[in-house]
């Protein structure tokens, strides 16, 4: 986890908010989070987002997405996605990754879907690494609902989960022999399917601010957990920012 948190391309722990068409919402703030890495030196990082709908063209919480099929008035939109599915880990990051080669972030391209259901939306993404790093795919099914509250108050909740395959898991919480060390085991990581719970809270304020939280929950899969690399079986993230619509 890096210092830098970019939301949109956090995949399926943080629920989302639409933006208005033609509007372009920047979002910076801070945010605090529990890795499930031992010993994981930094518990917080930079916080930005950035929300955006023209047409066929989106940037949410998926990440950059292109509708080709569907419309505005259509329940179901499918769309082509370029995200960030991996998040890598720095050797410095924790005593745990010490004589451990790096692993880096990943760019991912794939497709994603959302189905409308009253106030709800059922959404599904699946992904591929195009940049060799962790060579496997992500998919992620989820619900979300929108809540508007009184002043203003826009409150949406969301569960899914989402599922990590044997390449991407194993890149990211497995141990290579030549890694393995007295208090390293070597470990090979499956594909692994992890629940999540989260929300999204948005409230204007004067002009075209408005203040952002979010947080989201994820019940970390036993291929994961079960990694000398790891020593908890779930991880949170929360986030608070200021958003400006342009």
Request: overall charge negative; glycine content about 8%; cysteine-free.
């Given at each position: 986890?890096?210092?830098?948190?970019i939301v949109?391309?956090?995949?399926?722990?943080?629920a989302a908010?639409a933006?208005?068409?033609?509007?372009?919402?920047?979002?910076g703030?801070?945010?605090?989070?529990e890795?499930?890495y031992?010993n994981?030196d930094?518990?917080?990082?930079?916080y930005l987002?950035a929300?955006?709908?023209?047409?066929?063209?989106s940037i949410d919480e998926r990440?950059?997405?292109?509708?080709?099929?569907g419309?505005?008035?259509t329940p179901?939109?499918?769309?082509?996605?370029?995200t960030s599915?991996?998040?890598?880990y720095?050797t410095?990051d924790?005593?745990?990754?010490t004589?451990m080669?790096?692993?880096?972030?990943?760019l991912?391209?794939g497709?994603?879907?959302?189905?409308?259901?009253g106030?709800?939306?059922i959404?599904?993404?699946?992904?591929?690494?195009?940049?060799?790093?962790?060579e496997g795919f992500?998919?992620d099914?989820?619900?979300?609902?929108?809540?508007?509250?009184?002043?203003?108050?826009t409150?949406?909740?969301?569960a899914?989960?989402?599922?990590?395959?044997?390449?991407?898991?194993?890149?990211y919480?497995?141990?290579?022999?030549?890694?393995a060390t007295g208090s390293r085991?070597?470990?090979?990581?499956d594909?692994?399917?992890?629940?999540?719970?989260?929300?999204?809270?948005?409230m204007?304020?004067a002009g075209?601010?408005?203040?952002?939280h979010?947080?989201?929950?994820?019940?970390l899969?036993?291929e994961?957990?079960?990694?000398s690399l790891?020593?908890?079986?779930?991880a949170?993230?929360?986030?608070?920012g200021v958003?400006?619509?342009?």
């Amino acid at each position: 986890m890096k210092k830098l948190i970019i939301v949109s391309t956090l995949t399926s722990l943080f629920a989302a908010s639409a933006a208005m068409a033609g509007d372009l919402t920047v979002v910076g703030g801070v945010a605090t989070f529990e890795s499930p890495y031992k010993n994981f030196d930094d518990d917080t990082a930079v916080y930005l987002d950035a929300r955006y709908k023209e047409g066929d063209f989106s940037i949410d919480e998926r990440g950059f997405n292109y509708r080709v099929l569907g419309t505005d008035d259509t329940p179901l939109n499918i769309h082509a996605t370029l995200t960030s599915a991996g998040d890598g880990y720095d050797t410095d990051d924790s005593p745990v990754f010490t004589g451990m080669d790096e692993r880096d972030g990943s760019l991912d391209l794939g497709v994603s879907a959302d189905y409308t259901v009253g106030d709800g939306q059922i959404k599904a993404t699946l992904v591929h690494d195009i940049t060799n790093n962790h060579e496997g795919f992500v998919a992620d099914v989820n619900y979300s609902h929108d809540f508007e509250l009184d002043y203003g108050l826009t409150v949406v909740p969301r569960a899914g989960v989402a599922y990590t395959s044997e390449d991407y898991t194993n890149y990211y919480f497995g141990v290579r022999q030549s890694e393995a060390t007295g208090s390293r085991a070597a470990y090979t990581a499956d594909s692994a399917l992890n629940p999540y719970v989260g929300y999204r809270m948005t409230m204007p304020l004067a002009g075209s601010w408005s203040l952002v939280h979010e947080a989201a929950y994820v019940w970390l899969d036993d291929e994961i957990t079960d990694s000398s690399l790891v020593d908890r079986d779930s991880a949170w993230v929360a986030a608070f920012g200021v958003g400006y619509t342009f």
